[in-house]
């Protein structure tokens, strides 16, 4: 016989968002909280994680005068997120880590498919099988209006990108996309205001956390 394939021990959260939403502070924030309650943690990002996927980052949202294909846009992303997966999510969560990633599948959905009008069916095939069916077991959505995002993005001029440039119409629908999935998802996807103070959104981010992991360890004894 075979040995048993060990299952993943560990849990992977991800956080989502339009642009200007908060989610890379929160994610930060998020890891240092949970290493202070004793937690391992690894703090990653998409695009990126990779020493190749951040090279397909850089390509992805650096300014450039040739105009990328919104197909293109997508094979690039899965292309950085197969790496991604393979090198850096699935054997940290071998190892029962908690993995916090700052984006992932549903971004690829809520830009390049609401927001590009990229197929959504033929968008989920592929990342099926870029990912290897790799479902976050929890996603933080950090929903806030378009005009207060894209100020917060454009008041910081160093750290734009192609996508701060986009139409707020493009920015609408992705967030659009965003809540829909959302909506799709209830048990999967928390939403949170992210319009609100900085501390106020983390100290609901922690309240969150605490309860589902908790509720998750209880689960888990259950079923010893």
């Not at 929160?26 to 240092?32: E, I, T, V």
Request: with cysteine; net charge positive; charged share 25%.
């Amino acid at each position: 016989m075979s040995p048993a394939i060990k299952k993943p021990s560990g849990v992977f959260i991800t956080l989502e968002g339009g642009e200007g939403s908060g989610k890379t502070t929160q994610a930060r924030r998020l890891c240092d909280w949970l290493t202070t309650q004793g937690r391992k943690v690894l703090h990653t990002r998409e695009p990126g994680g990779t020493l190749l996927a951040e090279r397909l980052r850089s390509l992805l949202l650096d300014h450039s005068v040739e105009t990328i294909a919104p197909e293109t846009e997508a094979w690039l992303i899965l292309a950085a997120r197969r790496q991604h997966v393979d090198h850096v999510i699935k054997p940290a969560l071998q190892q029962g880590m908690i993995v916090v990633c700052d984006r992932f599948s549903d971004s690829t959905i809520a830009y390049q498919g609401y927001g590009r009008g990229l197929d959504l069916r033929v968008l989920r095939t592929m990342n099926n099988w870029a990912t290897g069916r790799l479902v976050p077991h929890l996603t933080l959505l950090f929903d806030v209006p378009i005009r207060i995002g894209l100020t917060r993005r454009r008041s910081q001029r160093a750290s734009q990108n192609r996508l701060d440039r986009e139409t707020s119409r493009f920015h609408e629908k992705v967030r659009a996309g965003f809540r829909t999935l959302a909506q799709q998802e209830p048990r999967r996807m928390v939403v949170f205001d992210a319009s609100l103070p900085l501390e106020s959104v983390q100290q609901n981010v922690a309240e969150v956390i605490a309860t589902w992991l908790n509720t998750r360890r209880i689960r888990q004894l259950r079923q010893r």
